[in-house]
């Protein structure tokens, strides 16, 4: 048996503290140990981004971290988005404006969604697409997903 | 598979310790090549050494207008400094292409340049920047040019044990920019045809008295073209010396033809690139 590493970490804000497999991906770990199953595993190659995290502020594809990494790091994952029964506008937005159709994107997006929102409030269209350049979505075709982006965005702005 | 073990050591005496042992060890920075090759077991190492703990990797400083760039520190990190923007936007917009805002939250110009694709968008940028690697190793430290480093696909010089820890990027001289340019089938996430990465400096007069151009993705490695910034050296980046660029930039190539680009194209989207490029970078070493 390989040598497990001791992981203490955050994750949307409750603390976890857990044994990982030297090689186990964050998005195994995420799924499989803690299940918080809301991340979704796509390509595990980056490309897709549906595995898309927040790790210590930074918007990364949870299939390309190992979970040892996390050790001392606080992530956040689609299970955090939502206060309660009150979703979040992205979310809400989303629903309203069918931004999505088989869901399975739709985790990755809003995470990478709120990582724009939370650093640029007043995104043009076009930096919108260029952000969510690294999620992809066989379903929608983006146009609603884009939408949804933006009409979330104008809102929370008003908000 | 073997017995996997992970260390983040925090120091880089304790790195090279890792690294040089046995011949298993397999640096970790951002992962996004690493851990495809890992999972996909295009790579058995014994122990993945997560140099992301060393302060020296992930330094981002600036003294006297040169600066440092650790060999870890993210794609995002970087082109999210406003002072690093302004004194090498050339060596930015590669590292803005470095696949998606995921990639880049975790991807590094160390791992763009030792993962050794003859593609990497950040290393002609940083070539023609003129940065130099600082490099640790069992032997001691040394330094190396960039375009020294890699030297074929997948390929470097680096020797067992040994680890890029920083970049040097050389103080801008007055009326200098750069600018990198890639020509891609796609607007966004795809693999460079062609990139270039153009630096050059003028005197008062609007002569060119310093370039360095590196193109990418048209031979197994990317190239420092020497006679192509000596084209354009004592000249007013005129159209005559843009042409004699351009054809020391095409007599360089010697690329593969692959499903984005043939041969010919390739050889002919080059000069256009490094034309283009040029133009940018001088247009910026005339504001400055």
Redesign the interface.
């Given at each position: 048996?390989?040598?497990k590493?001791h992981v203490t970490t955050t994750v949307n804000g409750d603390d976890y503290e857990y044994l990982a497999?030297?090689?186990q991906?964050l998005v195994d770990v995420l799924r499989n140990n803690l299940e918080l199953t809301g991340t979704k595993e796509g390509c595990?190659?980056?490309?897709c981004?549906a595995c898309?995290v927040i790790?210590d502020g930074?918007?990364?594809?949870s299939?390309?971290?190992?979970a040892?990494?996390t050790?001392g790091k606080s992530v956040e994952t689609i299970e955090g988005m939502a206060d309660g029964d009150n979703l979040h506008p992205l979310q809400r937005n989303f629903l309203d404006l069918n931004g999505l159709q088989c869901g399975i994107c739709t985790p990755g997006f809003l995470i990478?969604a709120k990582?724009l929102l939370e650093r640029n409030p007043d995104p043009t269209e076009t930096e919108a697409r260029?952000?969510l350049?690294?999620?992809l979505c066989r379903c929608t075709g983006y146009d609603k997903i884009v939408r949804s982006v933006m009409a979330a965005a104008e809102e929370m702005r008003g908000a | 598979?073997t017995?996997?073990?992970?260390e983040?050591p925090e120091s880089l005496d304790g790195a090279v310790t890792l690294l040089s042992g046995g011949g298993g060890g397999k640096i970790?920075a951002?992962?996004?090549d690493v851990?495809?090759q890992?999972?996909t077991e295009m790579i058995e190492p014994d122990v993945?050494v997560?140099i992301?703990n060393i302060p020296e990797l992930k330094r981002l400083s600036e003294d006297g207008g040169a600066w440092t760039v650790g060999a870890a520190v993210?794609g995002?990190n970087i082109i999210d400094n406003d002072a690093f923007q302004t004194a090498w936007p050339g060596v930015c917009e590669g590292v803005a292409l470095i696949?998606?805002?995921?990639?880049k939250?975790?991807a590094s110009i160390g791992g763009n340049l030792c993962n050794a694709s003859p593609a990497a968008d950040s290393v002609p940028a940083i070539i023609a920047a003129g940065a130099i690697a600082n490099i640790v190793g069992p032997g001691g430290s040394r330094e190396e040019p960039v375009e020294n480093i890699v030297t074929g696909p997948g390929q470097t010089s680096l020797a067992q044990g040994e680890l890029i820890v920083s970049f040097s990027f050389p103080a801008k001289q007055a009326n200098s920019g750069d600018c990198y340019l890639r020509l891609t089938p796609r607007t966004?996430?795809d693999i460079a045809i062609v990139g270039a990465g153009v630096n050059l400096t003028l005197d008062d007069d609007g002569t060119c008295i310093a370039a360095r151009i590196s193109i990418g993705a048209v031979a197994p490695t990317p190239l420092l073209v020497e006679d192509a910034a000596n084209a354009l050296i004592g000249t007013k980046v005129n159209d005559a010396a843009l042409d004699a660029m351009v054809e020391a930039v095409r007599a360089a190539c010697n690329p593969i033809s692959d499903k984005r680009g043939t041969r010919e194209y390739r050889i002919k989207t080059a000069g256009v690139i490094a034309r283009r490029a040029a133009l940018k970078a001088l247009e910026r070493a005339q504001a400055n």
């Open positions: 048996m390989a040598k590493v497999e030297p090689g991906t595990s190659t980056g490309d981004g898309s790790l930074e918007l990364v594809c299939c390309l971290v190992l040892a990494e050790d990478a990582a260029f952000w350049a690294g999620n | 598979m017995e996997l073990r992970y983040a970790l951002g992962g996004t851990l495809v890992l999972h993945i997560d992301k993210s995002m696949g998606s805002i995921q990639v939250g975790r966004e996430m």
